[in-house]
């Protein structure tokens, strides 16, 4: 299999669905989140360019997803990762703009209800 046929096949819907679940999304969610430790957090520019990295990846398996939901036992199944697919497309530009302008954080509050110094 070439590298081509690795990226492109699934978007062709020629993939099973549980190896574009598993190989794709899972491991490359996984090596990607790996990534961010090779990173400078403190470079907002090198972070900017990571977030929008990670969501043309996510794009990238959703739709990749929605193409091979077909490809499993189940007709039910498949028409639920079909669902599911369109509802994390139609979520993710909320996603990337609360992501991008700096919403969504994970800084974690005091015991007493008020920020953590830096």
Same mark, same amino acid.
């Given at each position: 299999m070439t590298l081509e046929s690795f990226v492109k096949? *699934?978007?062709q819907?020629?993939? +099973?669905?549980s190896r574009v679940f598993w190989l794709y999304g899972v491991l490359g969610s996984v090596l990607y989140s790996a990534l961010e430790l090779f990173l400078n957090p403190g470079s907002e520019a090198v972070m900017r360019m990571y977030v929008i990295g990670g969501l043309i990846f996510t794009?990238?398996?959703?739709v990749a997803t929605y193409r091979c939901a077909m490809n499993?036992? +189940?007709?039910?199944?498949?028409r639920w990762v079909r669902v599911s697919a369109l509802i +994390?497309?139609?979520?993710? *530009?909320?996603?990337a703009y609360l992501s991008l302008t700096g919403v969504l954080t994970f800084d974690l509050p005091a015991l007493d209800g008020e920020r953590m110094p830096e």
């Open positions: 096949e *699934p978007l819907g020629k993939t +099973s669905l794009l990238y398996v959703t499993c036992g +189940s007709a039910f199944l498949g +994390s497309l139609l979520l993710l *530009p909320v996603i």
